[in-house]
């Protein structure tokens, strides 16, 4: 069996004879215990650094009674705390375990067989206590970050039957649920579809909570009837006021979709361009592209889109799809090479609600690996969708 481990305790005790029997005690039970003694709070207080148990007199000269063990806990930190008197009061013994000591015992009324047994339990506790805290403060965190997934992946706002909407989001996080990237899809009246993506520099909890702010201001925007032209403007005005830092930008792509007259008018801040699959072919909207939202306020320039047939699809994405590289050299994807693999014969015969799942899994088997970056995605189709 593992050699029991070799505890540091500090002995606060300023009767010199207790003292002196409570490292008896524990020397005739074989204990492997380093022991330290101060006689007085004051004194105790430098000494805590390194100690594993704290074994506490209630009479003190400058600590008496709860009061006193109230003024160690306080500076103890993952120390356990035993609390050794000569009150054999069990009330006392009570409210002492209550405000945070790990034992209550009784001079006299202890041998250094379980004097030594407290002392290892009373440490064992305050290490289970410690780490049920770090449990429920993980717990915590996980649902901080499922109510910030619950705002960056909203329920796209929709009515028509006409077009239909496929989402895809994935952290680049390591354990993350959740990054900087976001996506927003509103109807406005009968005929009109905007649908926005979006990326935050960076992909931790902040930027997720940017983007979360960013995603609900550009609904609201849109719900509100502010003109096309001002939208991206006003978003980035929230971006400007809300970020942690100056160096913190955006880009956005933003497509308002006119379903009666099969039309669309793009604007890109910063961002690569939607990918149109029509008619059998495949490749990038050719679109003005205006600069990042933050850096410097320059309206985004708009860019018509006409679309040929009634089957097609328009996919919007976040650079983090293509980023990763291609295995030769340090090439990346990109633009280009994410219009290549939705050129691939296999990826005809994907159903289009999969498609954004299957991009990804071809642009990780590309990279070698995992991608870096979050990747968020949205499919809008109308009628065969290619």
């Given at each position: 069996m593992k050699a029991p481990e070799r505890l540091r305790v500090l002995l606060v005790e300023d009767d010199e004879g207790d003292a002196f029997l409570v490292q008896?005690?524990?020397?005739?039970a074989g204990a492997s215990f380093d022991v330290q003694v101060a006689t007085s709070l004051r004194e105790a207080r430098p000494m805590l650094r390194g100690i594993q148990c704290v074994l506490l007199d209630l009479g003190l000269p400058d600590a008496e009674g709860i009061d006193g063990l109230r003024?160690?806990?306080a500076v103890a930190g993952s120390a356990a705390v035993c609390v050794l008197t000569g009150r054999s009061d069990e009330h006392l013994g009570v409210q002492a375990v209550a405000e945070g000591a790990q034992d209550y015992l009784?001079?006299?009324?202890?041998?250094?067989?379980l004097l030594v047994r407290a002392l290892r339990y009373a440490v064992e506790r305050k290490r289970a206590d410690e780490n049920a805290q770090r449990l429920r403060e993980v717990e915590l965190r996980q649902a901080e970050s499922a109510r910030l997934e619950r705002g960056l992946l909203p329920q796209p706002l929709m009515q028509t039957t006409e077009v239909a909407v496929h989402t895809f989001y994935r952290s680049g996080r390591a354990m993350g649920l959740l990054g900087g990237d976001f996506f927003d899809v509103v109807q406005a009246g009968s005929e009109k579809l905007h649908v926005i993506v979006g990326d935050v520099c960076g992909?931790?909890?902040?930027?997720?909570?940017l983007g979360v702010e960013l995603r609900v201001a550009w609904r609201a925007l849109v719900l509100a009837g502010v003109p096309e032209e001002q939208v991206l403007a006003s978003l980035e005005q929230v971006l400007m006021t809300e970020r942690r830092a100056r160096e913190v930008f955006a880009t956005v792509a933003m497509v308002s979709i006119d379903l009666a007259g099969n039309r669309a008018t793009v604007r890109l801040a910063g961002h690569p361009p939607p990918v149109l699959l029509a008619g059998g072919k495949t490749g990038p909207v050719t679109a003005r592209t205006g600069i990042v939202l933050g850096v410097r306020p320059t309206p985004t320039p708009a860019t018509d889109v006409e679309f040929s047939g009634d089957d097609w699809s328009l996919l919007m994405y976040t650079d983090g799809l293509i980023e990763g590289h291609t295995g030769v050299g340090n090439e990346r994807l990109d633009?280009?090479?994410?219009?290549?693999?939705?050129?691939?014969?296999?990826?005809?015969?994907?159903?289009?609600?999969?498609?954004?799942?299957?991009?990804?899994?071809r642009a990780e088997q590309a990279n070698g690996g995992p991608l870096a970056d979050d990747v968020a995605m949205l499919?809008?189709?109308?009628?065969?969708?290619r």
């Amino acid at each position: 069996m593992k050699a029991p481990e070799r505890l540091r305790v500090l002995l606060v005790e300023d009767d010199e004879g207790d003292a002196f029997l409570v490292q008896e005690l524990l020397a005739e039970a074989g204990a492997s215990f380093d022991v330290q003694v101060a006689t007085s709070l004051r004194e105790a207080r430098p000494m805590l650094r390194g100690i594993q148990c704290v074994l506490l007199d209630l009479g003190l000269p400058d600590a008496e009674g709860i009061d006193g063990l109230r003024k160690l806990l306080a500076v103890a930190g993952s120390a356990a705390v035993c609390v050794l008197t000569g009150r054999s009061d069990e009330h006392l013994g009570v409210q002492a375990v209550a405000e945070g000591a790990q034992d209550y015992l009784v001079k006299g009324q202890v041998d250094g067989v379980l004097l030594v047994r407290a002392l290892r339990y009373a440490v064992e506790r305050k290490r289970a206590d410690e780490n049920a805290q770090r449990l429920r403060e993980v717990e915590l965190r996980q649902a901080e970050s499922a109510r910030l997934e619950r705002g960056l992946l909203p329920q796209p706002l929709m009515q028509t039957t006409e077009v239909a909407v496929h989402t895809f989001y994935r952290s680049g996080r390591a354990m993350g649920l959740l990054g900087g990237d976001f996506f927003d899809v509103v109807q406005a009246g009968s005929e009109k579809l905007h649908v926005i993506v979006g990326d935050v520099c960076g992909h931790g909890v902040d930027e997720a909570a940017l983007g979360v702010e960013l995603r609900v201001a550009w609904r609201a925007l849109v719900l509100a009837g502010v003109p096309e032209e001002q939208v991206l403007a006003s978003l980035e005005q929230v971006l400007m006021t809300e970020r942690r830092a100056r160096e913190v930008f955006a880009t956005v792509a933003m497509v308002s979709i006119d379903l009666a007259g099969n039309r669309a008018t793009v604007r890109l801040a910063g961002h690569p361009p939607p990918v149109l699959l029509a008619g059998g072919k495949t490749g990038p909207v050719t679109a003005r592209t205006g600069i990042v939202l933050g850096v410097r306020p320059t309206p985004t320039p708009a860019t018509d889109v006409e679309f040929s047939g009634d089957d097609w699809s328009l996919l919007m994405y976040t650079d983090g799809l293509i980023e990763g590289h291609t295995g030769v050299g340090n090439e990346r994807l990109d633009v280009e090479g994410l219009c290549g693999l939705l050129a691939e014969p296999v990826a005809h015969d994907v159903p289009l609600a999969a498609l954004p799942a299957w991009l990804v899994g071809r642009a990780e088997q590309a990279n070698g690996g995992p991608l870096a970056d979050d990747v968020a995605m949205l499919l809008i189709s109308r009628g065969g969708g290619r």
